[in-house]
């Protein structure tokens, strides 16, 4: 294979995800696409060329280590690493009182503890080879738990734990690992659908996104970012 570098799209879908895969597809990146449904990810696969569909539940350990194995045996060496599990764009308000702790541990097995374990397996060669990135896509929810919002909130802020931890053992040791956090609502055909009424500068556009996260990777050692916070420039604070 004559690409020497992979980046893992961990949450690839139409949105933000699909943005992160082309734009390190243009950056010389082979790109490893991870959902747990393989339609999209198959055609996408399909348009960049320089990729690989791999069908994962970040909530099952067993399916997080065969993509492991896959991505470790027909991939080049992993340099990036995104975890980009969706969630913030279909999430709606709900009462505390209505939360069901099973909905609970599942949204934090496929924010937090998958997350985990797939590092697990990535991590060690980043480490040997003293370079690489892992960037967490956090929200507005990362930050503070909201009214109404708990069922997002509680896995976003295990999510930037895990991500502070990690970047206190990992950084010192050559991996950049970030935290960004959208605190906007993300251009897509689910957000127009919440906010009919909209204007064109009201949401983060998933391209411009995406070059943060390149930019992120290119940052200079002396100078890396844990977090980042993203906003529309019409958002109110």
Same mark, same amino acid.
């Given at each position: 294979?004559?690409?020497?570098?992979?980046?893992?799209?961990?949450?690839?879908?139409?949105?933000?995800?699909?943005?992160?895969?082309?734009?390190?597809?243009?950056?010389?990146?082979?790109?490893?696409?991870?959902?747990?449904?393989?339609?999209?990810?198959?055609?996408?696969?399909?348009?960049?060329?320089? @990729? =690989? &569909?791999? $069908?994962?539940?970040?909530?099952?350990? !067993?399916?997080? *280590?065969?993509?492991?194995?896959?991505?470790?045996?027909?991939?080049?060496?992993?340099?990036?690493?995104?975890?980009?599990?969706?969630?913030?764009?279909?999430?709606?308000?709900?009462?505390?009182?209505?939360?069901?702790?099973?909905?609970?541990?599942?949204?934090?097995?496929?924010?937090?503890?998958?997350?985990?374990?797939?590092?697990?397996?990535?991590?060690?060669?980043?480490?040997?080879?003293?370079?690489?990135?892992?960037?967490?896509?956090? @929200? =507005? &929810?990362? $930050?503070?738990?909201?009214?109404?919002? !708990?069922?997002? *909130?509680?896995?976003?802020?295990?999510?930037?734990?895990?991500?502070?931890?990690?970047?206190?053992?990992?950084?010192?040791?050559?991996?950049?690992?970030?935290?960004?956090?959208?605190?906007?609502?993300?251009?897509?055909?689910?957000?127009?659908?919440?906010?009919?009424?909209?204007?064109?500068?009201?949401?983060?556009?998933?391209?411009?996104?995406?070059?943060?996260?390149?930019?992120?990777?290119?940052?200079?050692?002396?100078?890396?970012?844990?977090?980042?916070?993203?906003?529309?420039?019409?958002?109110?604070?």
């Amino acid at each position: 294979m004559s690409l020497q570098k992979s980046c893992i799209v961990a949450g690839t879908g139409p949105g933000n995800g699909a943005a992160l895969a082309r734009a390190f597809s243009k950056e010389g990146f082979h790109i490893v696409l991870l959902a747990r449904s393989s339609d999209f990810i198959q055609s996408l696969a399909s348009e960049l060329g320089n @990729a =690989t &569909a791999i $069908t994962c539940d970040l909530s099952d350990e !067993a399916s997080i *280590a065969q993509a492991a194995k896959r991505i470790e045996s027909e991939c080049p060496p992993v340099e990036v690493l995104i975890f980009n599990a969706g969630g913030a764009s279909t999430f709606r308000p709900g009462t505390l009182l209505n939360v069901s702790p099973s909905d609970l541990l599942k949204t934090i097995a496929a924010r937090t503890t998958g997350p985990l374990s797939l590092s697990q397996h990535i991590l060690p060669g980043m480490v040997t080879r003293k370079k690489g990135s892992i960037f967490f896509t956090g @929200a =507005t &929810a990362s $930050t503070r738990g909201s009214k109404n919002f !708990a069922l997002l *909130a509680i896995p976003s802020f295990s999510t930037k734990a895990l991500a502070e931890s990690m970047a206190r053992e990992f950084m010192p040791k050559g991996i950049h690992v970030s935290h960004i956090v959208l605190d906007g609502s993300l251009e897509s055909e689910c957000a127009r659908e919440w906010k009919p009424n909209a204007g064109p500068d009201d949401f983060m556009q998933p391209k411009d996104v995406a070059a943060s996260y390149v930019m992120l990777h290119n940052q200079p050692r002396s100078t890396w970012t844990f977090e980042l916070v993203l906003r529309p420039s019409v958002e109110e604070w």
